[in-house]
């Protein structure tokens, strides 16, 4: 019998460069109100997979007040869509591409929250933010989490199988977030969570949840720095650290308490939306952070994500990269590799709808040391509104 995190979804990583919408409401008095689209599904192939998933589907409400003083109040909220299915239950997929990560929750809903957060900024000052939002240490892991159907998987930021809330590193909850640019290029921000959170963990056999054994989170934060030049260049490092605890009076785990911690560093150059080169590296180092396939905490973690898009004056574009993960810790049960080389190209028929074909090769070892890889290749649509 194994067991598992009770989890749902798994990394789908998009191309930036979604139009900002439209507007649905303006008036000085009172504040703006901004609407944004953005679907995609794709056939998904594989030795053993076939079928239609979703790439990371959504919509949001993006609301604005000028509050004087060069001050603007701000709040988004985003709800993640299903396209293709609603199957009920709950369950730790693993599968490499699909549907957008949801924090840990019931399975089965059309709707889910990715964001909800609100905030006040003020150029020069910085901004200030409180609520679910992306964490800091996705400002630079997130430079290469840009592909269609796959990626995201080597960074650190959507650990444990879910959207990396509870860890604050994907899309943090109940974060209290502060970020300022300054000296022209200079990014600082610094990140506090008030989580306490727990994962069930259940038993894959039967899908019960496994009584007096769970996974808790108690607080985190996080610290970032970067910086970008004026050619295009970016580069920073952040470092999140949040307290974890495995509560086990069945004896189905070994008892933790110990810090959760990922360090990143970044670096990007140009833009996604733009004609030209796109080239994004993103090395991590981690602990008590992510698991492998056996569903096993690794104590000790190293990551590294690669990707270059170039896109051509034809409204064609290609890129490629990998993603690499690999289990440091001593131990038999211990060779964990996560070894992905994407590849893929796409056709942009006008600005906000495209048409993308993207292929993984796939050796990645399992803990024991077998290969458990499975190549695959996705074929869809995304349009963005």
Known sequence: MTKSMLAVGVASAVFAGSSNGAELYNNPDVGAVDLGVSYSAFILQGKDTNTVEDGASRLWLIFSKDLGDGWTGF????WGVVLTNNVGGVEFVRNTGGNSLRPAGADGESFFI???????KKDGVGELTLGKQWGLSYDIGGVTDNFYVFGGKASGTYNFG???GISGTGRAEQALQYDVEILGGLDLGVQF?????????VDDDTGDIIEDTDLAYDNSFAVKVGYTFDFGLMIGAVYNKANLKIIDDAGVLPSLDVSDTLLTFGASYGSLANKGLY????????????????NSIMADAMGAELMVKYNFENNWGVHGGFNYLSDESSGPLNQYELTHIYLGTDYQFTKGFSAYIEGVLDSTKGADGSDIGEDQIGLGFRMDF
């Not at 709040?75 to 985003?78: H, I, K, N, T």
Request: proline share 0%; net charge negative.
């Open 193 to 201: 969570q008030f989580t306490d959170e727990t994962i069930y963990i």
């Open 279 to 294: 080239a994004a590296l993103v090395l991590t180092t981690m602990e008590y952070h992510e698991i492998n396939d056996l």
């Open 75 to 78: 709040a988004r909220s985003e």
């Open 162 to 164: 879910i959207d990396g």
């Open 114 to 120: 990715r964001k909800g957060f609100v905030g006040i």
